[in-house]
């Protein structure tokens, strides 16, 4: 028997916190839960499916770091003038991303 909940930001945020206290940022759980919320259908949400899909980096140079392998033509140090370029290769490969209100980058995996 499945037991189903309904959550408001607030409940999904503070239960992630108290769960996994170091996956996230508060900014990068309230964009998690509108991505989920702006959903057209109810969904099922595992934590820790969660934290092996989306990956919260610091800034973009550490984002680029990981993703820059994505288009061969990106060089391989960071450079803030290709980052459209970089985000261009995660959208295409279906990569979900968004700066958050802190300038940390968070990223979900398909």
Known sequence: MSIIKTVAEYEFVNDF???RPNCF???ALRRMFQWYDSMYYDWEFDMDE???EWTEYDDAAKMWDENHGLDRNLPHLY???QLEDLLTA???RGITFAQLDNGCWLTREP
Do not use: E, L, T
């Open 25 to 27: 940022s508060v900014s």
């Open 17 to 19: 916190q108290q769960s």
């Open 79 to 81: 450079d803030p003038d």
């Open 50 to 52: 969660a934290c092996g």
């Open 90 to 92: 995660m959208a295409s």
